[in-house]
């Protein structure tokens, strides 16, 4: 019995003792957590420090621009637009979007041309409003939501002008087409800097106006169409880039939707975890500093042009995949590692499409004074562009193909390999298995140059099987 009491005994000192034990690790850890966190936090008040002392914006409140009087701003007379669009019916809808130009029927290109009668009003306001220097939205920022609407109305009145172009050129009317190409350029223009969002719908639009300027220089009875207005809306956006501010606004909305746990897919149980001290708000730090850092690297990437920063990029998807293994799941993979890590390739595309452009103008110019396109480009002499045609993506000279009455200018795009202009993919079928006799499918390329044809002969648009 005694002994028994014994075991007994020394049993309870051992539990007590594990319990003391355990306690103690827990208040060790508590304490290490505790240090950590503020350690932690104590890094993110330094980084915001240094970004504020760049001058860059940390809070919505920093975001909110000027407001520019009613009378000068440009979004006053594009909302007016906005209100009086129509939008198309499904027979035009089809036509627009799913449909080349070279499918369309005479019943399409009707329902087209009654689409664009019926916006009459909206392109006289959208021809107005690219009249003002100035256009602002958005007064203040608070958030994504507050921008999509008015960029999806530019969207459209950017495909009304597009069909209105393509109006005006089956009609004969180059002059008036070039100037709703000019319009659609400063529809671009117009939207401005602000979040990655607004910047990759400003991509989209120079990207249009591109195809809008090319099908006009195209056209016949150029000779007489003065083109300087639409050189120098050219070289005015060539000397705007908006991606720095971009980056920096978008930073400020994924630093807000961080700290208030917005779309990030954490249950109310696991917010409210977050509150006190610990392990999870010791977690919410690291988020913290892994969104600074994240745009820490994307800014200074978008400080290079692109044949300059592979491997950093390869550096920054590799920390972001590093990032999303982690146990728990990370929120900052899912909120921003996509668009930031490839707005490099949008600013690519943006420069290469408004040097075509300018280059486009300028070719132009030299066709009239010596009745053909040059041989190279090293033959053309730039008249209203000071730098030479610098592809974004080599780092050298654009590339141009003339041949017979019409020309392709190309840039390499983002794979850096000359495709000869040509974009699209080339299946190989390869051999034919021995077995069943047959063929098995092969390799699969994909050509992306970004190539801007004018009167070229030959389609530069690759979709098929090769034997």
């Known amino acids: 019995m005694t002994a028994h009491l014994r075991r007994r005994g020394g049993i309870r000192k051992v539990l007590l003792i594990l319990a003391l034990a355990a306690i103690g690790l827990g208040a060790v850890a508590w304490g290490i957590f505790r240090w950590l966190g503020h350690s932690y936090r104590a890094e993110v008040e330094d980084r915001l420090s240094q970004i504020r002392a760049r001058g860059e914006p940390v809070t919505f409140d920093d975001l909110t621009p000027e407001p520019i009087p009613p009378e000068e701003n440009a979004a006053s007379i594009y909302r007016q637009a906005f209100a009086a669009y129509v939008e198309p019916d499904e027979e035009a809808e089809d036509a627009l979007f799913y449909k080349d130009l070279e499918e369309r029927t005479a019943e399409d290109r009707e329902a087209l041309r009654r689409w664009v009668k019926q916006n009459q009003r909206a392109l006289v306001l959208a021809r107005r409003a690219s009249l003002l220097e100035k256009s602002q939205f958005v007064t203040e920022r608070t958030g994504v939501e507050q921008e999509l609407p008015h960029l999806r109305a530019l969207r459209h009145l950017s495909y009304l002008l597009g069909q209105s172009i393509d109006i005006h050129l089956s009609d004969g009317e180059p002059k008036a087409a070039l100037e709703e190409c000019l319009v659609s350029l400063r529809l671009a223009e117009h939207v401005g800097s602000g979040t990655l969002v607004e910047y990759g719908v400003e991509v989209a639009l120079v990207c249009l106006a591109s195809a809008d300027l090319q099908r006009v220089l195209a056209s016949e009875s150029t000779e007489d169409l003065d083109l300087g207005p639409m050189m120098e809306g050219v070289r005015q956006l060539l000397r705007t880039e908006n991606l720095p501010d971009a980056l920096q606004w978008e930073r400020v909305n994924l630093w807000h939707a961080l700290n208030n746990m917005e779309t990030i897919g954490l249950s109310e149980e696991q917010v409210e975890a977050l509150k006190p001290e610990g392990g999870l708000r010791l977690w919410m730090e690291g988020e913290r500093l892994a969104l600074l850092e994240l745009f820490d690297r994307a800014l200074a990437l978008s400080e290079k042009p692109w044949h300059e ?159």
Not at 336 to 361: E, H
Not at 363 to 370: D, N, P, S
Not at 392 to 407: A, D, I, N, T, V
């Open 309 to 467: 920063t592979k491997s950093a990029r390869q550096e920054l998807d590799a920390w972001v995949d590093e990032l999303a293994d982690k146990i728990p799941p990370r929120p900052l993979p899912m909120l921003s590692s996509g668009p930031v890590s490839k707005t490099p390739v949008q600013r690519s595309m943006r420069r290469a499409r408004l040097l075509q452009m300018a280059l486009g103008i300028e070719l132009e110019w030299y066709r009239r004074r010596t009745g053909s396109f040059p041989d190279s480009l090293q033959d053309l002499t730039l008249t209203r562009l000071q730098e030479p045609p610098i592809d974004p993506f080599s780092g050298r000279l654009l590339l141009y193909q003339h041949e017979g009455k019409g020309y392709v200018l190309y840039s390499v795009g983002e794979n850096g390999v000359d495709d000869n202009g040509e974009w699209g993919w080339r299946q190989h079928r390869g051999k034919a298995n021995p077995d069943t006799g047959k063929w098995q499918e092969g390799w699969k390329e994909d050509m992306d140059d970004i190539s801007w044809p004018v009167n070229f002969p030959h389609d530069l648009e690759v979709s098929e099987w090769v034997d």
